[in-house]
């Protein structure tokens, strides 16, 4: 069993910036994508950011040079960072993994393919 806790969420302006972590407990195929979604209400979850094991990346266009994701080198962590926040980013914040073999992309675009979710983590911003 896997368990994702997210934290770092909360109320911030718009331009300020906030960095999300997700602890990661449970075994993890050494093949996986990890990564974070976020869902506002009325809408579909969608992908933000996703990195595989390999360590590619993919992203979503709205958070193009904005967000970046990281892991700590013992992969227990996944942190998502965010600079110059927008209103458009109000949204719960979710960890997710995808366990076997994956692609960053698909893993982005198909959040049915998400094996793990974590409870997640408010982030609203404000103008």
């Known amino acids: 069993q896997v368990q994702l806790v997210e934290s770092g969420g909360g109320s911030v302006q718009a331009g300020e910036s906030l960095t999300l972590s997700c602890t990661v407990s449970?075994?993890?195929?050494?093949?996986?994508?990890m990564g974070w979604f976020r869902q506002t209400p009325g809408k579909e979850r969608e992908g933000v950011e996703i990195?595989?094991?390999?360590?590619?990346?993919s992203y979503a266009d709205s958070v193009e040079g904005r967000f970046t994701i990281s892991q700590d080198n013992a992969k227990t962590t996944l942190y998502l960072q965010m600079y110059n926040l927008k209103p458009e980013d109000t949204a719960m914040y979710y960890c997710?993994?995808?366990?076997?073999?994956?692609?960053?992309?698909?893993?982005?675009?198909?959040?049915?393919?998400?094996?793990?979710w974590g409870q997640g983590t408010q982030v609203t911003v404000s103008s």
């Open positions: 990195i595989a094991s390999d360590g590619t990346t």
């Open positions: 449970g075994y993890i195929y050494s093949r996986n994508c």
């Open positions: 997710a993994a995808r366990l076997g073999s994956c692609s960053a992309y698909v893993t982005l675009m198909r959040s049915e393919r998400i094996t793990y």
